[in-house]
């Protein structure tokens, strides 16, 4: 008997420092997260994190290097 592949579909999930990672879809997500919006496979949402985040410092980092102070 051929067996069933069984495919997990995960979110694309955002936290408050839009840092973003993926989360199997239905479980629930830690505290801070919230979905971005995009969901598939894990190959399809890290390639979507890929496109879509470009910005790797936190929002404090950036606002310390706008002003020239140290963190």
């Given at each position: 008997?051929?067996?069933?592949?069984?495919?997990?579909?995960?979110?694309?999930?955002?936290?408050?420092?839009?840092?973003?990672?993926?989360?199997?879809?239905?479980?629930?997500?830690?505290?801070?997260?919230?979905?971005?919006g995009f969901s598939g496979a894990r190959e399809d949402c890290v390639r979507h994190i890929d496109e879509v985040w470009t910005q790797l410092r936190s929002p404090e980092d950036l606002t310390h290097l706008r002003k020239g102070t140290p963190q």
């Open positions: 008997m051929p067996q069933k592949t069984v495919t997990t579909t995960y979110d694309v999930v955002v936290d408050d420092e839009d840092h973003h990672s993926i989360w199997e879809n239905g479980r629930p997500l830690p505290d801070g997260w919230r979905t971005q």
